[in-house]
């Protein structure tokens, strides 16, 4: 291999270029979606470098404050919040924000207001960063049509969305987006600075060898969840049973569910019994990115795409995951309401 003409290739798919692509697909595009995604791949690299170097910069601990969810707020937090924050509005695509970090939305004015909503949580997962572990951020747009934006827009189902993603800040930063056709994978070249193409066309496998779930919260969990991880442990066919991977970081958890295989579960229980993860920045951009992949998404309830959300900060059971995993679930709570 020569490694001498490869450090010097120009022919390398960036997510740049792989939006301008996409945007050509569409005559009569003006480019506005292409514009804020990229301001969306300028917020992750910024984060990326602060996550980097948190310890040397003083960056680990807290803040000091509690968010809206009554969580304590890391300077990371607080930090890559701001970042996606002005990132967003300073595209002029904007006209509607929703952070898991703020209590209410932001409505962008004029003259920087554009025509689309996002919802994101900016650090998902922080509180394992003090260790190391891999954290992200997660987003979805959606498209508003009114001239005035009201918070109407942004309780869309989640089937509406344009587009979803999320950025890994790991042994290496990975971001995964899906604009409606398909899942692909881009990491970012450091020395490049840029996001290149490494997973394209990312399928989830229709079953997997892994389930993912706090187990500590077993003993509140509702019939169905608990019979399916049994039959997780002691399949009755006496096949090899599935082994438990859990990272406590949605974004790690989910990423490996969709490379891998298997699924992810964060039920509701007696202490939650609306669920813990929120709807809008964390249930719909990562129910679309594996329905996109080829899998399912379920709340124990209906498909986790049609949810309408009555708050921004709304709650709910989520399951998800590869096909026939998730169906195996979805037959259990069936069969519990039947016997209802």
Same mark, same amino acid.
């Given at each position: 291999? *020569? =490694?001498?003409?490869?450090? =010097?290739?120009?022919?390398?798919?960036?997510?740049?270029?792989?939006?301008?692509?996409?945007?050509?697909k569409h005559p009569d595009s003006k480019g506005d979606f292409s514009i804020l995604l990229n301001n969306i791949v300028l917020g992750c690299k910024f984060v990326c470098s602060a996550v980097n170097k948190a310890g040397l910069a003083k960056l680990i601990g807290l803040a000091g404050d509690t968010n809206v969810q009554g969580e304590e707020q890391k300077k990371l937090d607080v930090l890559s919040n701001e970042v996606?924050?002005?990132?967003?509005?300073?595209s002029g695509r904007t006209c509607i924000l929703v952070s898991e970090e703020d209590e209410e939305a932001t409505f962008v004015s004029p003259p920087l207001r554009g025509k689309y909503c996002v919802v994101f #949580?900016? +650090? *998902? %997962?922080? &509180?394992n960063i003090d260790c190391g572990v891999s954290i992200g951020t997660i987003f979805g747009i959606y498209l508003v049509n009114d001239l005035e934006a009201t918070i109407d827009d942004a309780l869309q189902p989640g089937k509406n969305m344009l587009a979803a993603g999320y950025c890994m800040y790991g042994s290496s930063c990975m971001l995964v987006l899906s604009t409606g056709n398909g899942v692909n994978g881009?990491?970012? #070249?450091?020395? +490049?600075?840029?996001? !290149?193409?490494? =997973?394209?066309?990312?399928? !989830?496998?229709?079953? %997997?060898?892994?389930? &993912?779930?706090?187990?500590?919260?077993a003993k509140n969990w509702d019939g169905p969840t608990a019979k399916y991880i049994e039959n997780c442990k002691f399949p009755k066919d006496g096949s090899s049973p599935k082994s438990l991977r859990y990272v406590g970081s949605m974004v790690a958890d989910v990423h490996r569910t969709l490379l891998y295989g298997g699924i992810f579960l964060y039920p509701a229980d007696r202490k939650s019994?609306? %669920?813990? +993860?929120r709807v809008l920045y964390e249930v719909f951009p990562m129910s679309f990115l594996i329905e996109q992949a080829g899998g399912q998404a379920f709340t124990g309830k209906i498909r986790a795409l049609d949810l309408v959300p009555k708050k921004i900060h709304e709650? &709910?059971? !989520?399951?998800? %995951?590869?096909?026939? #995993?998730?169906?195996?679930?979805?037959e259990l709570y069936a069969a519990a309401q039947n016997q209802n």
């Open positions: 291999m *020569d =490694h001498a003409a490869d450090a =010097h290739r120009t022919d390398l798919m960036t997510i740049t270029r792989f939006v301008l692509n996409e945007q050509s996606f924050v002005k990132a967003l509005i300073s #949580d900016p +650090l *998902d %997962g922080s &509180s881009f990491t970012l #070249d450091p020395s +490049l600075g840029e996001f !290149i193409l490494t =997973h394209p066309d990312i399928k !989830i496998p229709k079953t %997997g060898k892994i389930y &993912s779930v706090n187990e500590g919260n019994p609306n %669920g813990k +993860l709650r &709910s059971p !989520i399951f998800l %995951g590869s096909y026939e #995993d998730v169906e195996e679930i979805k």
